[in-house]
């Protein structure tokens, strides 16, 4: 298994609620990544778990609450979220700490904030 | 700085080569790749290269590192319809942080 499975892959959500996006890999892989894109702009990092415990954090505002509840799962709890958080958010993992050849993508979750 | 430039679009033929290039800043890179990413997809890793090498193939792929003016190029040969896509040069920072380029689209014609 090389992959990393990422659901919903659309979400639509109002401004006023509260849901999670879901990241799991069964690779053995011991860091996990949290990239938001938005339209026609590239990934930039939001968080990164190093066996199970949160290691960067981009100054990412507080309505992002990551969780790394085992090293195969990481989520991202989203409440009160405004339009422009609308987004493809993407997880990944890699093999160790320290990135060094290469970090495995989901396909994304592509959030629509209303 | 953490700047990665990339031109935004190429268009080639099916059968000819295409050149991607990216310029970066941070010359303390150790690590740069090169990521496609299809519509509505996620980032598929094509290659990478150590900051000590100049020069990688892989099968229809060749990256070019010039350290001295931090610009890094992606050759694709024999480019295929299939190859039109979004392609991002990243750069790793610091251990654990990838930078992305701006991206270029790459348009392959029949």
């Known amino acids: 298994d090389t992959e990393v499975t990422q659901t919903p892959k659309h979400l639509v959500m109002g401004m006023t609620n509260k849901k999670s996006l879901k990241c799991e890999q069964h690779m053995g892989h011991r860091a996990m990544y949290w990239y938001k894109q938005k339209a026609k702009k590239p990934p930039e990092l939001m968080f990164v778990y190093s066996y199970e415990k949160l290691s960067i954090n981009e100054s990412v505002p507080s309505r992002f609450s990551p969780e790394c509840p085992n090293s195969s799962l990481l989520n991202l709890h989203l409440h009160a979220l405004q339009p422009e958080d609308s987004a493809l958010y993407l997880c990944a993992s890699s093999p160790q700490r320290e990135l060094i050849t290469e970090a495995f993508f989901g396909q994304g979750t592509r959030l629509t904030v209303v | 700085g953490e700047d990665v430039e990339q031109s935004l679009f190429l268009s080639v033929r099916e059968g000819d080569s295409s050149v991607i290039n990216c310029t970066y800043t941070?010359?303390?890179?150790?690590?740069l790749y090169w990521y496609k990413q299809e519509p509505g997809a996620g980032l598929q890793l094509l290659t990478y290269?150590?900051?000590?090498?100049d020069m990688k193939q892989d099968q229809r792929l060749t990256v070019l590192l010039n350290k001295k003016d931090k610009h890094l190029s992606l050759r694709i040969a024999d480019t295929q319809t299939g190859d039109s896509a979004i392609y991002f040069c990243?750069?790793?920072?610091?251990?654990?942080?990838?930078?992305f380029g701006t991206g270029t689209r790459l348009l392959v014609s029949p």
């Open positions: 290269i150590f900051s000590n090498m």
């Open positions: 941070d010359s303390s890179s150790t690590y």
């Open positions: 990243a750069e790793r920072t610091g251990f654990q942080k990838l930078v």
